[in-house]
């Protein structure tokens, strides 16, 4: 299993924005990135095809914006895919989100 | 140093973009606010003050291509340059931001030394922009520097219907003799401040200066809502401020000015003349030769304001004036109906 966070983006994040300011980031990452998630499935749920592209497409931008490459090529998948017919997509998302994070957790631990 | 302190807006709805954008631009050493989405990114722009836009595409309320629209569509606003942050996919979202007026395009997440090169230039853009609409506006006045502005510049004329004001000192010539070169000077820097103060402040526009003397149009090249009653009151401001200007001139022993007036209403041939390297916003036709005519002819009525009969009766009884009779004037054919204000 490849590494959830690309370092050397997330290192580059740190040098231009300071370490600290990073920590905070995080934190902010950690309490929209899980409404994202839930705003996929109410979305899917809706029917609500525009809706779920702009949740994806947030959750694309932030990934990329911590090195998430996974996690973001997921979330560009469901962005550029349409609405999907099941939810496995979101199920691999979340997976993949819940991975990043603990590796994020890891790196921002004081 | 134009990217040094400039006061930046970021319109972003993604929190950790809009926090981190912030963060960036301050660590570059600019001020910066923050929009949540199109809507509230626009009222903060209308309150002043912003040299720079970072705009996000995909918002709420009001998208970022939303935002380009009413900037665009916005004389106070068109001119802040925009940078717009976004990771749309495809060429096509980036061709229609330039479209509608983006300075240039960034993918997110945004470089930050891509960033800072981005907004320097564009900072310098806008530097360069707001000198040369200062510079213009030195030397055309608002109205004209709005037009040009705005319908950008072509040599060419337009009939229009205005209202065309001829103004100068009577007898100035004793005056420059009596006195020294500077203070004519000074004189005549005072009285056309007053002139266009008065002139301005009823939409007209001053376009020539000559010695003494100037030109006013009203209702080109920006309409003005009725032409002939804002020029009649532009010239009566005028002869307010001359006496307030001599009252002034007599506490020191000096000799009163007396000005002259001749104004006209029709049709004219407005646009700008000269060459692509200098040209000059002018009108002119018949309307244009009667009001220079009557303002020549203020001296022989003994009467400070002129008007030719179509002046007079878009006036509709709003202001009291005279009928002098038909006079002849040098190079009409015909005499012509000439009417005086009445004074007081």
């Known amino acids: 299993m490849p590494d959830p966070i690309d370092r050397t ?3 580059e994040l740190q040098d231009s924005a300071g370490a600290d300011f990073v920590v905070e980031l995080v934190g902010t990452f950690f309490e929209e990135a899980p409404r994202m998630i839930a705003d996929l499935r109410s979305a899917l749920a809706a029917g609500d095809g525009e809706r779920f592209r702009r949740a994806a497409h947030s959750l694309k931008t932030n990934a990329h914006t911590f090195g998430a490459t996974v996690l973001g090529a997921q979330a560009r998948g469901l962005e550029l895919g349409g609405l999907p017919s099941d939810a496995s997509g979101i199920d691999a998302l979340q997976s993949l989100y819940d991975s990043a994070a603990a590796a994020l957790q890891e790196l921002t631990r004081g | 140093m134009a990217e040094r302190g400039a006061r930046l807006l970021v319109a972003d709805d993604n929190k950790v973009n809009r926090l981190l954008l912030a963060r960036s631009l301050t660590l570059q050493g600019h001020q910066v606010a923050s929009a949540e989405n199109g809507r509230i990114a626009l009222e903060m722009l209308r309150g002043g003050g ?5 705009l996000d595409m995909e918002m709420p309320e009001m998208d970022g291509f939303q935002v380009l629209e009413q900037l665009a569509a916005d004389t106070a606003l068109r001119d802040v340059p925009v940078i717009v942050t976004s990771s749309l996919e495809g060429i096509t979202h980036v061709v229609r931001c330039i479209e509608l007026g983006a300075d240039d395009y960034l993918h997110k997440p945004v ?3 891509l ?3 981005r907004i320097g230039s564009s900072l310098e853009k806008k530097r360069l922009r707001d000198q040369q609409k200062a510079l213009v506006e030195r030397f055309a006045t608002s109205a004209v520097a709005a037009d040009l502005q705005q319908g950008g510049f072509a040599l060419g004329g337009r009939r229009v219907q205005a209202t065309v004001m001829f103004c100068d000192i009577r007898g100035f010539t004793g005056i420059v003799e009596s006195q020294g070169p500077e203070e004519t000077i000074e004189l005549l820097n005072t009285w056309y401040t007053l ?14 200066m000559i010695g003494d003397g100037l030109m006013a149009i009203f209702g080109a090249p920006l309409p003005v809502a009725d032409p002939p009653l804002a020029a009649v009151r532009a010239a009566l401001d005028m002869i307010e401020m001359i006496g307030l200007l001599n009252a002034e001139r007599a506490a020191e022993g000096k000799t009163a000015l007396a000005i002259g007036i001749g104004i006209a209403t029709g ?19 018949d ?4 009001a220079a005519r009557l303002e020549a002819h203020t001296k022989q009525a003994g009467r400070g304001i002129l008007m030719d009969a179509a002046t007079q009766a878009a006036l509709d009884g709003r202001v009291r004036t005279e009928a002098l009779g038909d006079v002849e004037l040098k190079g009409k054919a015909k005499p012509v109906a000439v009417h005086a204000v009445t004074a007081g």
């Open chain 1, 9 to 11: 983006i997330f290192g």
């Open chain 2, 50 to 54: 912003f040299d720079l836009l970072l």
């Open chain 2, 111 to 113: 470089n930050p030394v």
């Open chain 2, 115 to 117: 960033l800072k090169a």
């Open chain 2, 195 to 208: 002139m266009f103060e008065a002139i301005t402040s009823q939409g007209g526009v001053v376009n020539q």
């Open chain 2, 267 to 285: 049709e004219v041939i407005a646009g700008y003349t000269g060459t692509q390297e200098r040209a000059t916003y002018t009108c002119v036709g």
């Open chain 2, 287 to 290: 309307t244009v030769n009667l």
